[in-house]
């Protein structure tokens, strides 16, 4: 029998969360969020949030693709949140932390790292590959390859174009790199899938490969090193800390040629954009060499995170055509369990309906949610015929939602070391984890 991970709400996260919602329900916040949540499960109509001022006009509804194959590809190195704090022993002895701090607050006990010197090419190679072999289809018939991760090879060329000539796909393939913060794979599946829909191609590559290592590294020593920091002005970099590795690729098909009949139905985007200050890169890096610096203000992140996503579900609710209680499956954007928390608790879903990879992944950026997407499918936690959500969130603010109804999976992964591609994993590994 297969085992799915545990979900471990913790102390720390729970009164998180709680003093999250005093501070909304004492500003008046709580009370808009509950009326905007007031969501009709048989008419599907809901209140506008005159706040934010949001106006859908686009119709963002599928009928010809298929979300039809996953590949992915993990690190074997694996950082526990226990050592990371190890390696912050003199940040911590001299604010006087407690150890064990960052897992009780984040809900993540282990992080995963590519080797030093990898590129994210090469991963999304493996990935891309497959990919392909799972759903048994030939390079030759793909129309289309998108690189989406935030990490890439150089600032040019597009990463893409090393993918598309070690993987072996055609010249007449459109290619190129999409760079949207979290969202980056989910932006390049709706970009592929409107070409699909419109007939110009019939099968579409989507891949991305996060590397957290230089980032990682370079918050841990930056901490160790600045003698002037307080509890208080660490704040910021503790999402820094959360960062892992991981690449993912989804082939989507048209539904003339699928195999599976996964239906993509509709998608919803939000640009809230008044916030894109809240999460930000020091400078514009590329390559293994880069030392890369994050300043996130993960508490306003998440609050103003948690309104634009939900605006975003009434508007994913008129576009999927579907009620609350049509949803059987959610995966979001993986951060953290008091993001998690929150999140689901203010769209009124329930948590036992949500799948999560961060507890041993960390937040591995674009291909958080496709990868968990992946993994959920592998362990049998999505079945045929359930209406499934995904729930992408990223720094900007912006929001992305894609309604699929889930048929067939196909999905291969391995493991990635000094070495390359070491080996594939197992059912049993893969439920292990």
């Given at each position: 029998?297969?085992r799915l991970?545990?979900?471990?709400y913790t102390?720390?996260?729970?009164l998180?969360?709680?003093?999250?919602?005093?501070?909304?329900?004492r500003s008046?916040r709580?009370g808009?969020?509950?009326?905007?949540?007031a969501?009709d499960?048989?008419?599907?109509?809901s209140?506008r949030?005159?706040?934010?001022?949001?106006?859908?006009?686009?119709?963002?509804?599928?009928?010809?693709?298929?979300?039809?194959s996953?590949g992915?590809?993990?690190p074997?190195?694996?950082?526990s949140?226990?050592?990371?704090e190890?390696?912050?022993?003199p940040?911590?002895?001299?604010?006087?932390?407690?150890?064990?701090?960052?897992?009780?607050?984040?809900g993540?006990r282990?992080r995963?790292?590519?080797?030093?010197e990898?590129?994210?090419s090469?991963?999304?190679?493996?990935?891309?590959?497959l990919?392909?072999?799972?759903?048994?289809?030939?390079?030759?018939?793909?129309?289309?390859?998108i690189?989406?991760?935030?990490?890439?090879?150089?600032?040019?060329?597009?990463?893409?174009?090393?993918?598309?000539?070690q993987?072996?796909?055609?010249?007449?393939?459109?290619?190129f790199?999409?760079?949207?913060?979290?969202?980056?794979?989910?932006t390049?599946?709706?970009?592929?899938a409107?070409?699909i829909?419109?007939?110009q191609?019939?099968?579409?590559?989507?891949?991305?490969?996060?590397g957290?290592?230089?980032l990682?590294?370079?918050t841990?020593?930056t901490l160790?090193?600045?003698?002037?920091?307080t509890?208080?002005?660490?704040?910021?970099?503790?999402?820094s800390?959360?960062?892992?590795?991981?690449?993912?690729?989804?082939?989507l098909?048209?539904?003339?040629?699928?195999?599976?009949?996964?239906?993509?139905?509709?998608a919803?985007?939000?640009?809230?954009?008044?916030?894109?200050?809240?999460?930000?890169?020091?400078?514009?890096?590329a390559?293994?060499?880069?030392l890369?610096?994050?300043?996130?203000?993960?508490?306003?992140?998440?609050?103003?995170?948690?309104?634009?996503?939900?605006?975003?579900?009434?508007e994913?609710?008129?576009?999927?055509?579907?009620?609350?209680?049509d949803?059987?499956?959610?995966?979001?954007?993986?951060?953290?369990t008091?993001h998690?928390?929150?999140?689901?608790e203010?769209l009124?879903?329930?948590?036992?309906?949500?799948?999560?990879?961060?507890?041993?992944?960390?937040?591995?950026?674009?291909?958080a949610?496709?990868?968990?997407?992946a993994?959920?499918?592998?362990?049998?936690?999505?079945?045929p015929?359930q209406?499934?959500?995904?729930?992408?969130?990223?720094?900007?603010i912006?929001?992305?939602?894609?309604?699929?109804?889930?048929q067939?999976?196909?999905v291969k992964?391995?493991?990635?070391?000094?070495?390359?591609?070491?080996?594939?994993?197992?059912k049993?590994?893969?439920a292990?984890?």
């Amino acid at each position: 029998m297969l085992r799915l991970p545990q979900r471990r709400y913790t102390v720390q996260a729970t009164l998180a969360v709680l003093a999250i919602l005093l501070f909304l329900s004492r500003s008046g916040r709580l009370g808009k969020y509950n009326s905007r949540l007031a969501l009709d499960r048989q008419t599907q109509v809901s209140p506008r949030i005159p706040s934010l001022k949001v106006q859908h006009n686009q119709l963002m509804r599928y009928s010809k693709v298929c979300i039809e194959s996953f590949g992915y590809t993990i690190p074997e190195e694996i950082w526990s949140t226990d050592f990371v704090e190890q390696k912050l022993a003199p940040l911590y002895g001299r604010l006087k932390l407690p150890e064990g701090r960052l897992e009780l607050m984040t809900g993540i006990r282990q992080r995963r790292f590519w080797p030093a010197e990898s590129a994210p090419s090469e991963m999304s190679v493996n990935s891309c590959s497959l990919a392909l072999e799972a759903a048994d289809l030939d390079p030759a018939s793909v129309g289309c390859l998108i690189h989406g991760s935030v990490c890439r090879d150089f600032l040019e060329p597009a990463t893409a174009c090393t993918v598309h000539h070690q993987v072996g796909l055609p010249r007449d393939c459109f290619i190129f790199d999409v760079s949207n913060a979290c969202l980056g794979i989910l932006t390049g599946i709706i970009q592929a899938a409107n070409m699909i829909e419109l007939g110009q191609i019939k099968s579409a590559l989507v891949v991305g490969s996060e590397g957290g290592r230089q980032l990682v590294e370079h918050t841990i020593a930056t901490l160790n090193r600045d003698t002037s920091l307080t509890r208080k002005s660490i704040k910021s970099a503790i999402a820094s800390l959360t960062i892992g590795s991981a690449s993912c690729a989804v082939l989507l098909t048209d539904a003339s040629i699928s195999k599976t009949n996964n239906r993509l139905l509709a998608a919803a985007v939000n640009a809230n954009t008044e916030f894109h200050d809240l999460c930000q890169s020091h400078s514009d890096q590329a390559g293994a060499d880069m030392l890369p610096l994050m300043q996130t203000d993960s508490e306003r992140l998440m609050h103003h995170g948690v309104e634009t996503g939900v605006d975003t579900m009434i508007e994913f609710l008129k576009q999927s055509q579907w009620s609350l209680a049509d949803i059987d499956r959610t995966i979001c954007h993986q951060v953290g369990t008091a993001h998690q928390k929150l999140m689901l608790e203010s769209l009124g879903i329930n948590p036992e309906l949500d799948y999560s990879t961060f507890e041993w992944l960390g937040n591995t950026g674009s291909a958080a949610l496709p990868i968990t997407l992946a993994n959920a499918c592998e362990n049998e936690f999505i079945k045929p015929n359930q209406n499934v959500a995904l729930l992408g969130i990223g720094s900007g603010i912006n929001c992305m939602m894609l309604a699929v109804n889930w048929q067939k999976t196909l999905v291969k992964s391995s493991q990635w070391g000094p070495h390359g591609a070491s080996q594939r994993l197992s059912k049993d590994a893969i439920a292990s984890q």
